[in-house]
């Protein structure tokens, strides 16, 4: 199974502020449904809370460690990245939306980085991880001006892990 993280981070790797996005960018939201169209998500249960939160039709799995966590329609509980992951056998490729603390331990299984970087800084609380260039290498690049919609200029960027760096 391929497991992809996707994010939008600042150039300081801000990735939230109190449980939200701190920026409005319609552009990251048209690629972000572009990218996960029918696949399914694993976030953690802050992310599952906020208020602008991003579910899959397809279904999602959140992660906690609450054992009577109540979620919506066809999602899951796991308690584990990877139970979560366990959870998705058999699916090609799973999402792994977040937020900080998920990206942490999920950076490690992960094969692609789909990431949106926004070029600009923000005050937050919640940060994406260091991406280690001697593991991942840019597969392709997009780069875009700000714009009526769109306040900053940002980059889509997917990183793939070299084949050195192959997780055991
Ligand atoms: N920019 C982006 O692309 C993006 C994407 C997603 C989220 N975000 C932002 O990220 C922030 C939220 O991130 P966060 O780090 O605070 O929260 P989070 O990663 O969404 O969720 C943390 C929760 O996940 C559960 N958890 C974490 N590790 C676990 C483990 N090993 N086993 C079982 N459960 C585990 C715990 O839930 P319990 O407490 O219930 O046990 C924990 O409190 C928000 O600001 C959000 O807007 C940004």
Request: net charge negative; with cysteine.
């Given at each position: 199974m391929i497991v992809s993280l996707i994010a939008a981070i600042s150039e300081n790797r801000?990735?939230?502020?109190?449980?939200r996005l701190p920026w409005h960018l319609p552009a990251d939201l048209q690629n972000f449904k572009k990218i996960t169209k029918g696949k399914k998500f694993i976030?953690?249960?802050?992310?599952?809370?906020?208020?602008?939160?991003?579910?899959?039709?397809?279904?999602?799995?959140?992660?906690?460690?609450?054992?009577?966590?109540?979620?919506a329609g066809g999602d899951v509980t796991a308690i584990s990245l990877q139970q979560a992951i366990e959870k998705l056998r058999g699916e090609h490729e799973v999402f792994v939306l977040g937020g900080a603390e998920i990206f942490k331990q999920?950076?490690?299984r992960a094969d692609n980085l789909y990431i949106t970087l926004v070029h600009a800084k923000f005050i937050g609380d919640a940060f994406f991880?260091?991406?280690?260039?001697?593991?991942?290498s840019v597969i392709n690049e997009a780069d875009f001006k700000a714009d009526d919609f769109n306040p900053y200029d940002y980059s889509f960027i997917k990183y793939g892990r070299k084949l050195a760096a192959r997780r055991g």
């Open positions: 801000v990735i939230g502020v109190q449980n976030m953690g249960r802050k992310s599952y809370e906020a208020a602008d939160k991003l579910c899959s039709d397809a279904g999602n799995v959140v992660i906690t460690r609450q054992h009577d966590y109540k979620v999920a950076i490690e991880p260091e991406i280690d260039t001697d593991i991942w």
